[in-house]
């Protein structure tokens, strides 16, 4: 899998959730253009009597995808509205046509931490208090106030979040 996000031919994942009758409980959506190697966490190979002998599998760590790379096509049995579902897929392909995957993991941090954050809007203030666990992960960045804030410029133009004014930005 890691193999197949370096080389940018990773594919979309539709992931269902049923119940014992078969009835479609959720229906899921993440388009490939969210899966980088931080999502991807590596499994022991089988062992050397399985029928698959040495084949490494790996887990989808969900815990690290924005929201807005979960795209839900059935939500607790109801069907999602095709158009805001349609309208979510295009807003993230912007993603896809960034090909350096440090860049890549810069925006999806940054898009989760607004997801964090519970209203609508928010500050940079805000966006500023994931300093220290971004900092965790990169040790050796000493710009990680400046890096939010050009990510948040990329989210804007985007039209992932909106500017409302001096440090004030809204969710959209």
């Not at 002998?53 to 969900?62: E, G, R, S, T, Y």
């Not at 815990?63 to 509205?81: H, M, Q």
């Not at 997801?115 to 300093?131: G, N």
């Amino acid at each position: 899998m890691i193999d197949k996000i370096k080389a940018n031919t990773q594919p979309n994942f539709f992931f269902l959730n049923y119940t014992n009758t078969f009835e479609v409980k959720n229906l899921l959506l993440i388009p490939k253009h969210f899966f980088t190697s931080a999502i991807i966490e590596k499994r022991n190979p089988l062992s050397a009597t399985a029928q698959r002998a040495n084949w490494v599998w790996c887990n989808i760590l969900f815990s690290k995808l924005p929201e807005s790379g979960k795209i839900y096509i059935v939500k607790n049995w109801v069907f999602e509205d095709k158009d805001r579902t349609k309208k979510l897929r295009e807003k993230g392909m912007f993603l896809n046509e960034e090909r350096n995957q440090e860049k890549k993991w810069r925006i999806l941090d940054t898009m989760n931490c607004v997801d964090k954050i519970h209203d609508d809007q928010f500050s940079l203030d805000e966006i500023y208090e994931f300093e220290s666990m971004l900092k965790t992960k990169y040790p050796n960045n000493n710009f990680i106030k400046d890096k939010l804030r050009q990510q948040l410029q990329v989210l804007r133009d985007k039209g992932i979040i909106e500017f409302i004014g001096r440090g004030k930005y809204r969710k959209i």
